[in-house]
């Protein structure tokens, strides 16, 4: 076998990575990845099956009416899903190696919705895996006569962790991406710590909320040149990696072989650990905010509530119903929530059932523990 040519990886590395700050670019991601692998469709679902919540869904080359007749017709009976489910992480499983072709004739999957489209081979990967949240991939060889080559497996196989790495920032950088208006001041209003770090490691540009945080010295404190450690020195040697790590991403060097996770765990005396996440800042066209490579670090409190953007995207909860749910994470009853909130009890009452149904919840304090899980 030849060895992979590194050339055509790396622009979908870049791409991955690129989405991280920009979420609609991950159907140009998936769609590289795709071509990368002569893939002709590709599906990416970023999902918790424990709470039913879709956080990502994106497709290329699929035809949404017929995906939508797959999701209601046979999605709850297609026998790749418990092969990927059962599959361990970060490795390629392909259709044809994990199914018996006994099942592959006879499961109305193949028979009346795969086969018909001319589905030829199917590739799947679990990756990113926090509890019951999978970032899962399918690639489709579909209307051709030959399977996915032993090269293109190879160049998949060195794609997958750049994948899984970029799953796992996104996740942490969604509500971010979000509230950020490039080159303008959304990075002044977001509501959790954020920074960005030169090549030395000096902050660069810092909101209030992390200058708050770099004053009560919980977690961060800016030594000489405002450069930025870790109070622990059991957490700066992993922060210090991560920013390693991350640095050369920044710069386009895609062969680093990184040592760290983009998410950090630091421990604190009162309470749940802090995560921090640590990603490349890719010199994005258009976007004069980044003037230059460097690294984005972003703080997550578990205790500070998700917001509510993050509860509508995830339960379609309506403005209204997300701040009602953000304020009984205050604490307190559905009375003091109310009065928080300006609104009667009688309507945070109404409110209350259509969270719970949304939620799949029942209790209040169960609504309660649910949000708390979220990452954000």
């Not at 050339?7 to 991280?20: G, H, K, R």
């Not at 709850?76 to 044809?96: F, G, T, Y």
């Not at 509530?305 to 559905?334: K, Y």
């Amino acid at each position: 076998m030849n060895a992979p040519d590194m050339f055509q990886i790396d622009p979908v590395i870049s791409a991955l990575y690129e989405a991280t700050l920009e979420p609609e670019r991950w159907r140009d991601a998936l769609q590289a990845m795709a071509r990368l692998s002569g893939a002709q469709a590709a599906v990416f679902v970023d999902m918790d099956y424990a709470l039913s919540v879709l956080w990502r869904h994106v497709l290329h080359n699929v035809d949404e009416e017929a995906h939508l007749t797959y999701l209601q017709r046979y999605a709850q009976i297609d026998p790749r899903l418990p092969v990927m489910m059962k599959a361990p992480e970060l490795r390629w499983v392909s259709d044809l190696e994990a199914l018996p072709d006994a099942i592959r004739l006879e499961s109305p999957v193949y028979r009346d919705y795969l086969r018909p489209a001319g589905l030829k081979e199917c590739l799947m990967a679990k990756t990113a895996v926090e509890g019951a949240r999978h970032g899962n991939l399918v690639l489709l060889r579909m209307g051709v006569e030959d399977v996915f080559s032993a090269e293109q497996r190879q160049l998949l196989d060195l794609l997958l962790p750049h994948v899984d790495r970029a799953i796992r920032i996104s996740r942490r950088l969604a509500a971010f991406a979000r509230a950020l208006a490039f080159g303008g001041r959304g990075v002044e209003e977001y509501a959790d710590p954020v920074a960005t770090l030169t090549e030395r490691g000096d902050i660069s540009e810092a909101n209030p909320a992390f200058e708050a945080l770099l004053k009560c010295q919980s977690l961060f404190r800016a030594g000489m040149n405002k450069r930025l450690e870790c109070i622990s020195s059991d957490a700066q040697g992993r922060f210090h990696q991560a920013f390693s790590d991350a640095l050369e991403l920044s710069k386009g060097n895609t062969r680093h072989g990184w040592r760290s996770m983009p998410v950090l765990t630091v421990e604190r005396a009162d309470g749940p650990p802090f995560l921090v996440t640590v990603a490349p800042l890719m010199q994005l066209q258009g976007h004069p905010w980044f003037e230059r490579t460097g690294v984005l670090v972003k703080v997550s409190d578990p205790l500070r509530p998700p917001s509510g953007s993050v509860l509508q995207e995830g339960f379609g909860l309506t403005p209204a119903e997300a701040r009602l749910a953000c304020a009984l994470l205050a604490g307190g009853t559905l009375k003091d929530a109310a009065t928080r909130i300006g609104i009667s009890p009688n309507t945070a009452k109404t409110q209350l059932q259509v969270v719970f149904q949304k939620t799949r919840t029942g209790r209040q304090q169960e609504l309660v523990s649910l949000l708390r899980s979220i990452p954000h």
